[in-house]
């Protein structure tokens, strides 16, 4: 039997060491649909799986401008969970492409596809039902944990609370959304009368935490890895860095315990006064920032499809402390067509004697897609031997050596072709002479596909 990488699972800590052997799956294509895949969380489910061989992804959501949009593959309309006829939709959707599984990558249809899974063909990736009902609510939540974990103090009222500040945020809510430290009654009064669903709690003056995991359910948590929070944007965190935390993999075993978790899931804690973690939430579901394990070997989404099917596998992760820091990413879409492509070598694919690497990611985009690249150089020296050095020689379908008072337009002999340059003098008697768009290496954003 074929198989590509066998992982090992095994959590660490002071006092635990979870090891979990198994024995190669068999694989089969799976149709998996990311819905919607314009958020944080498709996008790291999408990054998760795109290179995965026996996976073919769908993107789907609601018909906005979003970052799938951008994507190599095609961005499928889906009416939102709150319009009607959602259900018939994506049953119908299921039915058209033979979708196997669901990622959701919202929390709201989270609960929406759980909720109706006995009515949906596809098998949704996520815990059960009950579990997603209850952690859409933070209120429920702390009710069904608070005999198990620490969690806030909540007050019904503005005149329960005895100390200030407190800490409010909508019961039903993701991502920090809505919420706010408040400091005295008349503010809380306000902030009460003007929000409806808001949930008061005790303020936690201390560090807070995500706490990424994966539960088998053979097993229970195999995986438990605490990671800080910080630079928090839209109730995204921006940066965040692995680390130990004592006592954290025991609430996560009581958690799934509880709740029946299945699959890839995270908690948030935070540090109260007496530096007690307390917990913040519960979801039963990726997370963008999971990136931070998944590079170190833990797979999160390719790991909830293996359990889904039931299949057994291990994970080994690096074991190194690792880092993540985020950032907006720019993708374009543009009318520009072309079918040649003619680039420069000093100065454009070698800069400061290191190879351009957007530039050799441009070119094998082009060996992709069937697209003849060439090059014009007036390189001082063995041109040949240059391209053998950087490993260049099977990129190009023609190499053009030419000499200083010779130019390059003479030698793009294709309507449709391109040219990239560093020089302007060079782009603009190429412009001037063939009317083709040219372009310098900071433009090659506008090119580049993920």
Known sequence: ???????????????????????????????????????????????????????????????????????????????SVNEDGWLQALEAFIQLYDIHFIFPAHDDVLLAYAQHQHEISAKIVSSNSECCEITRYKSRTYDILRDIVPVPRCYKSAEEVETWPVFIKPDRGQGAQGTLRINDKSTLEIQLRDCQGLLISEYLPGAEYTVDCFTQEKYGVVFCQPRTRERIRAGISMASETVELSGVFEMAQ??????????????????????TLTLLEVAPRIAGTMAVNRVRGVNFALLSLYEHQGLSFTVDALKPKNRISRALTNRFRCDISYGHVYVDFDDTIIIHNRLCLPLVHFLYQCVNEGIPCYLISRHDGDLQS??????????????FHISRDEKKSVYITHPDAIFIDDSFRERQEVHQALGINTFDVSMLDLLLKE
């Open 1 to 79: 039997m074929k198989w590509g990488v066998i992982c090992r699972v095994v959590y660490q800590s002071s006092s635990h060491t979870v090891n979990v052997h198994s024995h190669p799956p068999g694989r089969r294509m799976i149709n998996v649909l990311i819905s919607p895949a314009g958020t944080e969380i498709g996008r790291e489910i999408w990054l998760s799986l795109r290179y995965e061989k026996t996976v073919k992804l769908f993107l789907a959501g609601s018909d906005y401008d979003n970052h799938a949009r951008y994507n190599q593959e095609q961005y499928y309309i889906l009416p």
């Open 386 to 399: 240059q391209l053998k050095r950087w490993r260049l020689e099977a990129v190009f379908d023609r190499v």
């Open 254 to 275: 009581s958690i799934s315990e509880r709740l029946k978790l299945k699959g890839a899931w995270f908690f948030q804690v935070k540090k109260a006064a007496d530096e």
